[in-house]
């Protein structure tokens, strides 16, 4: 699928706001692609296709993750984190996107996981880095990501987990395990 058909299918499931961030993360996933390795083509598509289901009723999307035997913990925490796996869903079951690694990217661009694979850090960091994206701290993650994407992405990832903590809110798991995992890995 091409830039256009898949920004087409997409396109009538946003805001005009939210269609714009996802042409911020589209630029953005691909410049980080290219300077870390990552396949481009993959990480467009991801990008486009990230808030798939952003927009999606509540009760549709809660329904989904029952149906779809997804890990039941994701109905203890915010509805927020929903999108991202129920998005994949939707992405392949509506608009036919087979590939694994595009779908695991959408899949955990909110949350992260142990063991993301590059393609996954590229999304999870083009989604909160952004040229649209306008809060403290995003600045400083936009000039790591320059230079090293694992350090980037735990600076994201301490970021939203102090975010959250502040605002007394409960951080999902996959993201203190995703954030572990990064900095272990990273000699942190």
Avoid: C
């Amino acid at each position: 699928m091409d830039r256009e058909q898949a920004l087409k299918i997409v396109k009538p499931q946003l805001t005009e706001h939210r269609y714009v961030h996802t042409l911020g993360v589209m630029e953005t996933a691909i410049r980080l692609a290219e300077k870390y390795g990552a396949d481009s083509k993959k990480a467009e598509l991801a990008a486009i296709f990230h808030d798939y289901a952003k927009f999606r009723p509540k009760e549709e999307m809660r329904q989904i993750i029952v149906e779809q035997k997804m890990p039941a913990i994701l109905l203890e925490f915010n509805s927020e984190l929903w999108h991202a796996p129920v998005g994949a869903y939707l992405a392949e079951k509506e608009a036919g996107i087979k590939d694994g690694e595009i779908l695991d990217a959408i899949r955990f661009h909110t949350s992260g996981r142990v063991g993301m694979t590059l393609l996954d850090k590229v999304i999870y960091l083009a989604d909160y880095i952004e040229p649209g994206r306008h809060f403290p701290g995003v600045d400083e993650v936009r000039e790591m990501a320059e230079s090293d994407l694992d350090i980037a992405l735990i600076q994201s990832m301490n970021n939203t987990i102090q975010f959250l903590m502040k605002k007394n809110q409960p951080v999902f798991p996959d993201t203190f395990n995703a954030y572990n995992s990064i900095v272990k890995n990273s000699g942190g």
